[in-house]
């Protein structure tokens, strides 16, 4: 049971270009979360989704999009990435959210733009 | 504006000594809480959580307690050992919402 990964670990980009991050969980969880954390501070949401075929924007959407074709697949796009979005980006899922369940984390992407 | 935030960002204590690690939320919605410890290069692992009908939950060295009179939780690791160094995140949520807000972070070093 590999619960939450992330694809890749290490990536470093010109600014300008455009890749995608991709997370896989295997717990059937109908919710996930892509966070970005920031040296100092804690975890931002920027999208998040309740199922598949849905998405919506979280606290810091604004360069990123992304799309869940697949329950068990989420994934994030820079579509011109900036030296802001370096960052490192965690996946995450859960059962469902009713406002008390746990979150599961991926091993994060480290992001790098230059 | 709602937060969740700490009020120190690194701890140092003494192995075997026991640490308590606190965090203030300022949304008194706020139903649900829950505590994350991150190791270097690895992502959020859960340690314990508590709903507000709750004042303390007991884990495995682990002790959260919550005061929603003044809108407070902390973190009580017990005999703390050199493999609890790490960042400790308390994070919140209410029912409805669809996500977590974290905090900032406290770094917990513990001296040999």
């Known amino acids: 049971n590999a619960g939450v990964t992330q694809t890749p670990k290490f990536r470093v980009l010109k600014t300008g270009q455009s890749m995608t991050l991709l997370c896989a969980q295997d717990?059937?969880?109908?919710?996930m979360y892509w966070y970005r954390q920031d040296p100092g501070m804690g975890l931002r949401l920027i999208h998040y989704s309740v199922g598949e075929g849905t998405t919506a924007k979280g606290e810091v959407p604004d360069g990123y999009n992304v799309s869940r074709l697949k329950k068990q697949n989420f994934l994030l796009g820079l579509e011109s990435a900036a030296p802001s979005q370096t960052s490192v980006y965690f996946c995450?899922?859960?059962?469902?959210?009713?406002?008390?369940?746990?979150?599961?984390f991926g091993q994060g992407t480290r992001l790098t733009v230059v | 504006g709602e937060s969740v935030g700490l009020h120190l960002p690194t701890l140092s204590v003494q192995e075997g000594d026991n640490s308590i690690i606190n965090c203030a939320y300022s949304?008194?919605?706020?139903?649900?809480f829950i505590w994350y410890k991150q190791e270097s290069g690895k992502g959020p692992q859960f340690i314990i959580d508590?709903?507000?009908?709750?004042d303390k939950r007991q884990g495995q060295r682990v002790t959260v307690l919550l005061n929603k009179t003044v809108k407070h939780l902390s973190l009580q690791i017990a005999a703390t050992q050199p493999g609890d160094s790490a960042v400790y995140f308390c994070a919140e949520n209410r029912t409805g919402r669809r996500a977590l807000t974290f905090g900032s972070g406290t770094r917990l070093q513990v001296q040999p």
């Open positions: 995450a899922s859960s059962y469902r959210d009713r406002g008390d369940t746990e979150a599961f």
């Open positions: 717990m059937n969880h109908e919710y």
């Open positions: 508590i709903r507000s009908n709750m």
């Open positions: 949304n008194s919605a706020s139903d649900y």
